[in-house]
């Protein structure tokens, strides 16, 4: 019999998912089609969702993207039923690694299981492997030896900040007390990136897993899994998950008939981007507002209820049981002399093959974009790439044989981050593009410290002023000294990285700041004040169509005749511009 | 913290006195005034002032207090919701990708701004940081349905449509 996979992520579910799995359940059962229909996470190639899978009787598998309910009835008539493939409608996919450089770049170790195995079923999950490593753990670790295995392996939080995990551990081992709390970190709140997401989407278990191999080594017995409410998908799986491995004994007391005893909690994230900061999630789990504290006390030593806490994000926990299976050193091979194993990037923005990909560090920004992103959407010019979010900054093109490497990449101003890659291309402004995350983080500030609060309002104003025609000389100097004065007078990370987008942009763009500070002018003809539309004569057929989207009747013009655009009435909103059929407006 | 999931997975339905009800179970638990203010959300829509007051009982805080983090977290709402929740995704790839200029046709369609309910109490719009469906950009969620690779025309044309939802119900 043949099996047919739907990915339902969000990725999925958003592009139609749900409707195609319907469609082909209320198909199959019609025509009683001998066919096993399942569901499975993220695949990664979400710029083709909605993706199928089918695995036919000899193992053969065919993926097939951009699927409609319509194109279902065929796919079920010719591949299921005679056995012939839809050729058009095929595209590459996991299993034809050698073939499409969007997969064979990659080494997949946290997504080991993303849209292979359906993410509600633990034992699909034990059947690829799942579970064993903490049996492992259990029957032949000490948590010593558990520790000093993770620290051999290299691997630092995938969080943003890129501490190594090993040592964060012995710091929550080695403090005084018997109560001990585990958080997984699933508060993913940088516009723009959804590997965590994905991962809960998709593979529940093996954060699980990490957080039980994690508990052992520091000696807790209880966790919590801090996680966006705006994630419904993942919410629902892990209390499925939860539910599952409770049930096999896996959580609880005495897990796997060990003497070791775990619960994990769940608790929803109420939308604040500052409760990444660890301070300040805890403060939020305890029901309070989020707002972040001194350290030290580090977490470690006084963390959730006073009691000493070890906080990782989902992807570093992700990796744990891989490194316990496979050992320290095959996780080492990997990367570079600072970096070790891989990361998941969240690959968006103006690309042409979007989606969740993970690489071995050490690869370089250009591989990442053209190789496995297939280069920028539509033929336009590659400008930048903006890693780490409101936290990080812009890489400019010209770095593009930066290597991925948390050293190498602070080293530009910008950060790691938790694996958002937004790509630019010559269409967006820097400027722009920097108003946009301080506006962000000016928002998510809590308010606490002085210059965070107040200082990036006063950034926003300036770089407002700036992208509003009405920058003044001396507005970089000023941007500058703001920013060095919030990154110093601010107690957390969200302050301490706040200037960084406008800091990156001012190093490597800081023409564009210039030219519309001076010249007022917008190179890429993004900011709306400080453009000016007129109408090409030789190109204008007087077909009315602009003067009559015209919001402030700016445009003038007989029937059949050139039209003319009075710069004193236009307000700029280029509405004209994108009606026109007949590409004779300009903008500039 | 079972209580806790029983309680997500199942909002109570039956109005005030069944929140009431439920929210004893929550008493003397560390750390439940977001859950119940999740679970209030859930029940209403929005957490009415009486909600405030209730679970300012169980948890034995001040209503300023418990407003104070009401206020602190963007998921929650001290307004009652249109009938359509319209969610428009502002994260990094739908901004470069023109989310603005969406945001703007759907202002001027419904001449609401900002995060505000529209007078007939059809459409509320809510921008967000990201929905997480990056390669679909731009995109936008009408209650639980997803709209991605939208253009200006487009949403004009999805708004018309639910429009002319609401004025005909037996037809949607």
Redesign the interface.
């Known amino acids: 019999m043949k099996t047919i996979k739907v990915g339902l992520g969000?990725?999925g579910?958003?592009?139609g998912g749900e409707k195609v799995y319907a469609a082909l359940k209320n198909e199959i059962a019609k025509q009683k089609i001998p066919a096993k229909l399942l569901e499975t996470g993220c695949m990664g190639n979400?710029?083709q969702?909605v993706l199928l899978e089918i695995i036919d009787e000899q193992g053969n598998d065919y993926l097939y993207g951009n699927v409609t309910p319509e194109k279902v009835k065929r796919i079920l008539d010719e591949q299921i039923l005679q056995d012939k493939p839809i050729e058009e409608w095929i595209v590459k996919g996991l299993k034809a690694e050698n073939e499409d450089t969007f997969f064979s770049k990659q080494k997949r170790i946290v997504l080991r299981n993303c849209g292979i195995i359906d993410p509600n079923s633990i034992e699909e999950y034990i059947a690829s492997g799942g579970y064993k490593a903490i049996q492992r753990v259990l029957k032949e670790y000490t948590p010593e030896q558990v520790i000093e295995t993770v620290l051999k392996s290299g691997l630092r939080g995938r969080g943003g900040a890129g501490f190594l995990t090993g040592i964060k551990w012995r710091f929550c081992r080695q403090a005084a007390g018997d109560k001990k709390y585990i958080i997984c970190n699933a508060d993913e709140?940088?516009?723009?990136?959804?590997m965590d997401?994905s991962t809960l989407e998709s593979d529940p278990h093996s954060v699980l897993e990490g957080m039980m191999i994690c508990a052992f080594a520091c000696g807790s017995d209880e966790a919590y899994i801090y996680v966006r409410?705006?994630?419904p998908m993942a919410?629902r799986r892990l209390?499925h998950s939860i539910r599952k491995a409770e049930e096999k004994g896996f959580l609880g007391t005495n897990i796997f008939g060990s003497k070791m005893n775990l619960?994990i909690?769940?608790?929803?994230g109420?939308?604040?981007?500052v409760c990444g900061e660890e301070t300040a999630l805890i403060a939020?789990?305890?029901?309070?507002?989020?707002m972040p504290r001194f350290r030290p006390p580090f977490p470690a030593q006084k963390g959730l209820?006073g009691k000493p806490t070890n906080i990782n994000n989902v992807e570093t926990f992700a990796n744990v049981p891989w490194i316990i299976d496979n050992g320290a050193e095959a996780f080492a091979a990997m990367g570079t002399e600072n970096s070790k194993g891989t990361k998941v990037f969240?690959l968006?923005?103006?690309i042409a093959r979007?989606?969740l990909v993970e690489v071995p560090m050490g690869l370089t920004i250009n591989e990442i974009i053209y190789d496995i992103g297939g280069g920028i959407r539509d033929g336009k010019k590659f400008k930048a790439v903006?890693m780490g979010?409101p936290s990080g900054g812009c890489i400019p093109a010209t770095m593009g044989d930066l290597q991925i490497d948390y050293q190498k990449i602070n080293q530009t101003g910008a950060i790691m981050g938790s694996g958002?890659m937004?790509v630019?291309d010559e269409t967006?402004c820097m400027v722009e593009?920097a108003k946009?995350?301080l506006r962000?983080t000016q928002d998510e500030s809590?308010g606490k410290c002085t210059f965070c609060r107040i200082g990036t309002k006063r950034m926003l104003e300036i770089l407002e002023r700036i992208t509003d025609g009405k920058g003044q000389e001396g507005d970089i100097e000023l941007l500058e000294d703001l920013a060095d004065k919030i990154r110093n007078n601010s107690i957390c990370a969200l302050g301490g990285t706040a200037p960084n987008p406008v800091l990156t942009t001012l190093r490597y763009f800081r023409n564009e700041y210039e030219a519309h500070i001076r010249d007022k002018k917008c190179p890429a003809h993004r900011c709306g004040p400080l453009l000016t539309f007129t109408i090409l004569e030789d190109k204008c057929t007087g077909c009315t169509l602009c003067a009559r989207v015209c919001p402030a009747t700016a445009i003038s013009g007989e029937k059949k005749q050139v039209h003319k655009i009075d710069q004193a009435v236009c307000i700029k909103c280029?509405k004209c511009f994108?009606t026109c059929n007949f590409k004779a407006i300009i903008k500039d | 913290m079972k209580v806790n999931d029983k309680l997500h997975a199942q909002p109570a339905k039956n109005g005030l006195a069944g929140f009431k009800v439920e929210l004893w179970n929550y008493e003397g638990e560390k750390g439940a005034l977001i859950p119940l203010l999740q679970a209030a959300q859930d029940t209403y829509g929005y957490i009415p002032e009486s909600a405030i007051d209730q679970i300012s009982e169980i948890v034995g805080l001040p209503a300023a207090e418990i407003y104070g983090v009401i206020t602190f977290y963007s998921q929650f709402r001290l307004k009652p919701l249109g009938k359509y929740l319209i969610k428009i995704c502002d994260g990094t790839a739908c901004h470069v990708n023109g989310s603005e200029r969406i945001a703007g046709v759907i202002e001027d369609e419904l001449q609401v701004s900002g995060n505000d309910t529209t007078e007939d109490g059809l459409f509320t719009l809510q921008k967000v940081a990201c929905l997480g469906c990056c390669s679909l950009s731009p995109v936008i969620m009408i209650n639980d349905e997803t709209y991605g690779r939208l253009t200006p025309k487009k949403v004009q044309q999805l708004l018309k449509e639910y429009k002319t939802k609401a004025q005909n119900p037996q037809t949607a």
């Open positions: 969000t990725c579910v958003s592009a979400c710029y969702e709140g940088d516009p723009g990136a959804f997401r409410a705006e994630y919410v209390h619960a909690h769940i608790k929803e109420a939308g604040a981007f939020s789990i305890e029901g309070k507002r989020g209820w969240a968006a923005g103006k979007g989606g903006q979010g958002g937004v630019l967006t593009m946009f995350f962000f809590c280029g994108e």
